[in-house]
């Protein structure tokens, strides 16, 4: 499985910005995806998470309201939407993929290789 996310880049506060995970080699293992970020000096953090179908998805409370994930079976792309962006939202995001939900960076198998996200205030 491999994953290839993009669309990272710098916006103002208040912006918004979509971010891909293309995904090649879908298994059963791949049930689930998940989007987390990491800024500099700090734990790895949870985004949010959805199933391929579509019909299961989380998200915490630093993001609910603001982040949307999407798939697109046709595509086998997974999609990050972030809203009302803040400078806090400043991170290096990962796609990944896992065999069952999970918001716990160990419990997913494969990793996309990051896309930096910036937010200036």
């Known amino acids: 499985v491999q994953l290839q996310a993009s669309g990272g880049g710098l916006v103002q506060a208040g912006d918004s910005l979509t971010l891909a995970c293309e995904v090649s080699?879908?298994?059963?293992?791949?049930?689930?995806m998940g989007w987390f970020r990491q800024a500099p000096g700090k734990e790895r953090e949870f985004v949010g998470f959805?199933?391929?179908?579509?019909?299961?998805?989380f998200y915490p409370e630093s993001v609910k309201g603001r982040f949307t994930i999407s798939v697109d079976n046709a595509k086998d792309t997974v999609y990050l939407q972030m809203n009302s962006l803040k400078p806090e939202d400043t991170a290096v995001y990962y796609c990944?993929?896992?065999?069952?939900?999970?918001?716990?960076?160990?419990?997913?198998?494969?990793w996309g290789q990051g896309t930096q996200v910036t937010v200036s205030s």
């Open positions: 990944a993929a896992g065999p069952h939900i999970a918001t716990t960076p160990r419990n997913y198998d494969s």
């Open positions: 080699g879908r298994t059963s293992s791949t049930f689930v």
């Open positions: 959805i199933s391929w179908s579509g019909s299961t998805s």
